[in-house]
């Protein structure tokens, strides 16, 4: 059973958070594991007891799913956000409080679902892409290196160049294969174009934290934070772990842990913001907007015509 078919027959009607009350108000954890539930009834359906699953298989495809529901969830927050910014109505129901920004075309965002193995760095401008390689060239002298470990999902800046497509604005409005293509492919429309400054927010996201997965994202976020604030010049570069379950880990304390490269400086900051474990999907969106009023409001929204100016300290 194909994983996006799983998904797309559980939400054919609608994105969590985005639907009816009680899909949107479900423990997270039971909507990101409806899918797996739903495939698990199907199999006993159609095989009887020949149908058997690994606890492997179910484990990797739950945390694929958490994934893909997670940036469906912020797409359609972020559609909904800069149809609002371009002038549109902002939508009544469900009910989330809105924008409290000035409206400017110049203030959309877009939610990029990376894929695995994906190196950011190609999200950058050329010039900024050229920093990094003339910093990896030094490091692999000294036969040494900094690889890059992909964030799962990261929030930009919409570029002037693919600002005014409307793709940006348009919601999913329900799982289907197609529109999981759309939040799979949206990287490769913005690769390029990115200003070091215009990467606003990463997350790495688990279904599961264990005690042996807690470093992976606190290596993610310092490379992130060493590159982009670092020797970029770049402003704050916010971080966060997404995890639906983390008992027994002490993700909480380790998390404290502060960026390496602001560490005994006066602009010390926590390398991973915060550790988040999401109650239900309107909370996500609720969550989002959240940032999304604080930092976009530190993006000049000037003529929309003029070139993009970034206003963060």
């Not at 912020?74 to 909904?80: D, I, V």
């Not at 005014?164 to 174009?193: F, M």
């Not at 999907?281 to 976009?296: G, H, S």
Request: glycine share 4%; hydrophobic share 45%; aromatic share 8%.
């Amino acid at each position: 059973m194909a994983q996006q078919n799983m998904l797309a027959y559980t939400f054919d009607a609608s994105v969590p958070g985005w639907g009816p009350p009680g899909l949107n108000s479900m423990p997270f954890l039971e909507v990101a594991k409806q899918p797996v539930v739903n495939a698990r009834k199907e199999g006993q359906l159609l095989y009887g007891p020949d149908f058997v699953v690994k606890d492997s298989a179910v484990a990797k495809v739950t945390g694929d799913i958490y994934e893909v529901l997670t940036s469906a969830i912020l797409w359609e927050t972020a559609a909904h956000w800069n149809a609002y910014m371009c002038g549109r109505l902002w939508p009544s129901s469900p009910r989330y409080a809105r924008p409290g920004v000035t409206q400017s075309p110049r203030r959309q965002v877009a939610v990029l679902n990376l894929p695995r193995r994906y190196d950011w760095v190609r999200l950058l401008v050329p010039n900024a892409q050229r920093e990094i390689a003339t910093i990896r060239a030094k490091l692999a002298a000294r036969d040494l290196a900094m690889p890059t470990s992909t964030p799962d999902i990261a929030i930009v800046v919409l570029p002037d160049e693919v600002r005014d497509e409307e793709v940006w604005r348009t919601p999913l409005k329900d799982l289907s294969r197609s529109n999981q293509r759309i939040v799979a492919s949206a990287h490769r429309w913005v690769e390029g174009n990115i200003e070091p400054g215009e990467i606003i927010l990463a997350m790495a996201l688990k279904s599961s934290l264990r005690s042996d997965r807690l470093y992976q994202p606190l290596y993610e976020a310092n490379v992130m934070q060493f590159l982009l604030e670092g020797h970029l010049m770049a402003p704050r570069v916010e971080f966060e772990v997404h995890a639906l379950t983390t008992a027994g880990t002490g993700a909480d304390r380790i998390y404290q842990a502060a960026a390496i490269h602001s560490a005994g400086t006066d602009q010390a900051h926590r390398a991973v913001r915060e550790l988040y474990k999401p109650a239900n999907a309107t909370q996500i969106v609720q969550r989002f907007l959240l940032f999304l009023n604080d930092r976009m409001s530190l993006v000049d929204a000037g003529p929309p015509d003029a070139p993009q100016q970034l206003l963060f300290s």
